[in-house]
């Protein structure tokens, strides 16, 4: 679904990746942790080519993306959900759900967003600034869905949520993934993250510095608390 190799993305004259390399096949989930400033969002946005340069090699659903505009990137089925969740107030939730145009095939009907997410259907006529932070990740993510995107890059979804909402979108995330989408997630709550990915990289500097697979979680511990500062 998606192969990144040898990336290098910079922002005017700042070079903030350093060669960027891993794999997402359809139906997984992968995270990226790391700390702030060490390159996860960015490596989102490079994939999307919303970076000032890039170099190295991106591969989504066997299309090398390097050299197309960013609207023919996002029509391979990509959708992104970032920090800032980028809802629109004005709208009402249900409005923000059927202007977003197709970008891969069929997306979720409205019905089944409701059934994904029921706090959705209960606030369908509402507007994005009447909602609270948490509906309006659930919508944000819900947007994304309706696209008919398949591969699905989310930006710190759980910042700032009450556990309880955190909880509603790990379910989420694992019910996606019995349903064959592929997620990247960047990520500090390594909690939520855990049982949810099949592997975990750790970027620092820029770079991918450890790519731990689920299974090797309990004895890779001790090295991700290092990295990570937990």
Not at 191 to 197: D, I
């Amino acid at each position: 679904m998606l192969t990144v190799r040898d990336l290098h993305a910079w922002y005017g004259e700042s070079h903030i990746l350093h060669g960027i390399d891993f794999e997402v096949p359809e139906g997984e989930v992968v995270t990226l942790l790391g700390r702030n400033g060490a390159g996860r969002t960015t490596t989102l946005k490079a994939i999307l080519g919303m970076t000032d340069r890039r170099t190295g090699s991106i591969v989504v659903n066997g299309h090398e993306t390097l050299g197309m505009a960013d609207h023919r990137i996002a029509h391979l089925g990509i959708g992104y959900c970032p920090e800032e969740r980028g809802i629109f107030s004005g709208l009402s939730a249900e409005e923000n759900l059927t202007l977003l145009p197709s970008v891969g095939g069929t997306g979720m009907s409205l019905a089944e967003i409701y059934d994904m997410f029921p706090n959705l259907k209960e606030r369908a006529k509402s507007p994005g600034t009447r909602l609270s932070g948490g509906e309006q990740q659930m919508l944000a993510l819900a947007r994304i869905l309706r696209t008919g995107a398949r591969l699905l890059l989310l930006d710190e979804i759980t910042e700032g949520l009450a556990p309880v909402i955190v909880q509603k979108l790990g379910e989420v995330i694992l019910k996606l993934k019995t349903r064959g989408y592929t997620v990247v997630l960047v990520e500090q709550n390594f909690r939520f993250a855990a049982p949810l990915a099949d592997r975990h990289c750790v970027i620092e500097h820029g770079r991918i510095v450890a790519t731990v697979d689920r299974s090797e979680l309990e004895n890779q511990k001790a090295v991700l608390d290092e990295l990570l500062g937990v």
